[in-house]
């Protein structure tokens, strides 16, 4: 049986305190993709980068065992306490990335990573550890894509969201050296927000963006061949 779409259900409730990357475009568009995977009761669900763990409750109410891992202690709380108000059944752990759940594999591995290009060389502090992603937008993206293989079941599926800004020909070239088909199942336009229209300048003068005014979304969904 096919999940049902994210619409034809009642709302989550999300509490998404200061400090915890809230629910967005990008979030919409994962859980769109999330939604057209199969995913039952035996399907071992890993959510790499959680926030306020909206997408992984989804994919618990949709019958997935679900693994949500955060390196934000604030994250790995707000997504327990949401768990709880919408009484759904998810491990919460802390960790960087897939080593938080070292040697488990997973059917299905979503990730919403920060992407966004950031002047300079200091790691982000703060809230921005939600979106700034290194100079090139691919401090984190680089190591999913690396690591993807190895949390797959032989016929997992990675559902990876990020912006065109970080490039996506790259992610798809990286999975690809990795041993996995990669394509792209789903997009959207949308204007700057104010982070990027923040650093507008910046963007410009290291060829990130030529007009300015909008960045492309895209969902990649990766998996062996």
Do not use: K
């Amino acid at each position: 049986m096919t999940a049902a779409p994210l619409a034809t259900a009642p709302p989550l409730r999300c509490w998404v305190p200061r400090g915890v990357y809230a629910p967005q475009t990008d979030t919409r568009l994962l859980g769109r993709a999330m939604c057209r995977e199969r995913i039952t009761e035996e399907t071992d669900v890993l959510e790499l980068g959680t926030g306020s763990g909206v997408l992984a409750l989804e994919a618990a109410r949709l019958g997935g065992r679900v693994t949500a891992v955060d390196i934000s202690w604030r994250a790995v709380t707000v997504t327990w306490i949401n768990a709880l108000l919408n009484r759904q059944n998810v491990r919460v752990r802390h960790g960087d990335l897939a080593t938080a759940v070292p040697g488990r594999r997973f059917d299905l591995v979503i990730a919403n990573p920060p992407y966004v290009p950031a002047p300079g060389t200091v790691p982000p502090r703060g809230p921005a550890r939600a979106w700034d992603a290194g100079t090139d937008g691919r401090l984190l993206i680089d190591r999913i894509c690396d690591t993807a293989p190895r949390v797959l079941r032989p016929t997992g599926t990675l559902l990876l969201v990020h912006s065109h800004l970080c490039g996506i020909g790259a992610t798809l070239t990286r999975l690809a050296g990795a041993g996995l088909h990669a394509r792209i199942v789903d997009r959207a336009r949308l204007p700057f927000g104010q982070v990027l229209r923040s650093r507008l300048d910046w963007l410009r003068e290291h060829g990130l963006t030529t007009d300015g005014t909008t960045e492309e979304l895209v969902v990649i969904r990766a998996e062996h061949p």
